[in-house]
T-cell receptor, first 112, second 115 residues
Framework: AQSVTQLGSHVSVSEGALVLLRCNYS??????LFWYVQYPNQGLQLLLK??????LVKGINGFEAEFKKSETSFHLTKPSAHMSDAAEYFCAVGTGFQKLVFGTGTRLLVSP | DAGITQSPRYKITETGRQVTLMCHQTWSHSYMFWYRQDLGHGLRLIYY???????DKGEVPDGYVVSRSKTENFPLTLESATRSQTSVYFC??????????????FGPGTRLTVL
């Protein structure tokens, strides 16, 4: 069975600071890993995904994530937070959309 | 409008009533999905459909019914609503099942409250 764990239900950063959102996964097969963003009153939007082509994955809005097999991690980072990054972020794992497993989400708060 | 839409966006109903949530997509995607989002659980799959007239259960199907007579529509029905079905419901679509090559597109959600 596949699963993901997102550490920290809330993360607070100042504008301009590094953003680090943590995701650890469990999978018996090589995983596909995803980060989604959800803005208030909207559906989820794909930020980036890992499909084994490269361990460092670049996504939209300046976000990137690094797949580390030895640590079973896929943490999301952004060098400099913007106010517009305030949202909820979900990590997910799955080799088929009908089997996609989502984490419980991390709410990113950005203060001026 | 192009894309994926859900209606209604907000719904309040009473225990025991039947409620239908609508989902419509304009891309002719084969796959459509219904999720519920609850605090502390992330998104959980209720039902999905691989094509018109083909549906299958997800992780939490109990109390829900789906149909798909047309490719573009995927309604979700709560036959007798319970308070535990209070949630935010998201519809999604994608061309294929392949997470490696395709992207899943989500609707804006329906916030359902069962009193």
């Amino acid at each position: 069975a596949q699963s993901v764990t997102q550490l920290g239900s809330h993360v607070s950063v100042s504008e301009g600071a590094l953003v680090l959102l943590r995701c650890n996964y469990s999978s018996s097969v090589p995983p596909y890993l995803f980060w989604y963003v959800q803005y208030p009153n909207q559906g989820l939007q794909l930020l980036l995904k890992y499909t084994s082509a490269a361990t460092l994955v670049k996504g939209i809005n300046g976000f990137e994530a690094e797949f580390k097999k030895s640590e079973t991690s896929f943490h999301l980072t952004k060098p400099s937070a913007h106010m517009s990054d305030a949202a909820e972020y979900f990590c997910a794992v799955g080799t088929g959309f009908q089997k996609l497993v989502f984490g419980t989400g991390t709410r990113l708060l950005v203060s001026p | 409008d192009a894309g994926i839409t859900q209606s209604p966006r907000y719904k309040i109903t009473e225990t025991g009533r039947q409620v239908t949530l609508m989902c419509h997509q304009t891309w002719s995607h084969s796959y459509m999905f219904w999720y519920r989002q609850d605090l502390g659980h992330g998104l959980r799959l209720i039902y999905y459909s691989a094509a018109a007239d083909i549906t299958d259960k997800g992780e939490v199907p109990d109390g829900y019914v789906v149909s798909r007579s047309k490719t573009e529509n995927f309604p979700l029905t709560l036959e007798s609503a319970t308070r535990s079905q209070t949630s935010v419901y998201f519809c999604a679509s994608t061309p294929t099942w392949d997470t490696g090559t395709d992207t899943q597109y989500f609707g804006p959600g329906t916030r359902l409250t069962v009193l």
